[in-house]
């Protein structure tokens, strides 16, 4: 399984693997190892909602102990890590996904998508993906990104939430 694969799949399902937005903490925790708590959970407790659970470039947001978002992060030009249930065989990964080849890939797999308008705004752009409701958000690299194509949009985040 690719890092592109593993997205366009995220995408069309809303899921990774066995996690989903609904389901409970622990149960996640119970696939992935203990999450990095966000520093609120340490300073408010385990019951302060909205706050991310961290895997390196996975997060899961937290709602009254429930995931009620799944990110995976990415930084254009650089290696970043997953755990090996959210990308088999790989314990790190080139982060550097152009708009082209995800979109591309999107179509090539029947993944409907239309331009996200509340996320699109001047050198960023973002599409949501139908029925999933996975949004992918784009921009020009930051000056520290070591990309190929300077002028070019570069995945940075991919996420799904519940209502």
């Known amino acids: 399984m690719t890092l592109i694969n593993t997205l ?6 809303g899921r990774i693997g066995p996690l989903i937005c609904g389901m409970p903490l622990a ?7 203990p999450g990095r ?26 709602t009254q102990r429930t995931v009620s978002g799944i990110w995976i992060d990415l930084r254009p030009g650089s290696t ?35 331009v996200d308008p509340v996320l699109t705004m001047g050198e960023q752009s973002s599409v949501i993906t139908q029925p999933a409701e996975v949004r992918a958000v784009f921009s020009l690299p930051g000056r520290d990104d070591r990309v190929p194509h300077r002028d070019r ?5 991919m996420h799904k939430h519940t209502a």
């Open 8 to 13: 366009v799949d995220f995408a069309r399902t």
């Open 37 to 62: 708590p966000h520093p609120a959970h340490v300073l408010k407790g385990p019951d302060i909602d909205g706050y991310p659970y961290s895997w390196n470039g996975l997060r899961l947001v937290v």
């Open 27 to 33: 149960e996640a925790e119970d696939l992935l190892g």
């Open 80 to 114: 970043v890590k997953l755990p090996p249930l959210v990308l088999l065989d790989s314990e790190s990964f080139e982060a550097t996904v152009p708009r082209e080849e995800l979109i591309t890939a999107l179509d090539a797999a029947g993944c409907r998508h239309e």
């Open 153 to 157: 949009q570069y995945l940075n985040v």
